[in-house]
């Protein structure tokens, strides 16, 4: 990550969606393991190449959310890529805690769709509400 938070013609470069948005996937370092697909802004890419974290914008909660700022589950970013149209990033990450997933699991991606249904194959590794103190969906 050699860019800089000050230059930043390189964040033109990337084509936003009419909402400002752009789809970022997290993909483990080492193992290769996609862990998640969350939406950026500009202000939430440029302060992730800033703070060396994943930090992603929430559609919900419409606003900037840190990467495990509840979970204490932070995503330290080794590497940025831009795909071939200039429309998704890919962060390769080291994932702090073993957990990406805010259901508790190693990663987002843990249904597989079997005979026509959606079967969880991802183990919870911890309770979302051991995670969060609450009941978190």
């Known amino acids: 990550m050699t ?12 084509k936003w969606d009419e909402q400002g948005l752009v789809p970022a996937i997290a993909q ?8 998640m697909m969350a ?18 914008w929430s559609r919900s909660r419409q ?14 970013v080794q590497e ?9 990033i890919l962060l390769i990450v080291e994932q702090q805690g073993g957990i990406a997933c805010h259901t508790g699991r190693h990663n987002c991606f843990y249904q597989r769709l079997e005979n026509d249904h959606w079967q969880a194959v991802e183990p919870v590794l911890k309770e979302a509400d051991q995670i969060y103190g609450k009941k978190h969906e």
Request: hydrophobic share 35%; glycine share 6%; proline share 0%.
């Open 28 to 35: 483990e370092t080492g193992t290769g393991k996609v862990l």
């Open 80 to 88: 940025i890529r831009l795909d071939c149209d200039n429309d998704v």
């Open 63 to 76: 606003k900037l959310w840190h990467k495990g700022e509840e979970s204490g589950h932070v995503q330290l």
């Open 3 to 14: 860019s800089s938070a000050t230059n930043q013609k390189w964040l033109d470069q990337v």
């Open 39 to 56: 939406w950026m802004n500009r202000q939430a890419l440029a302060l992730t190449v800033k703070e060396k974290h994943a930090v992603y």
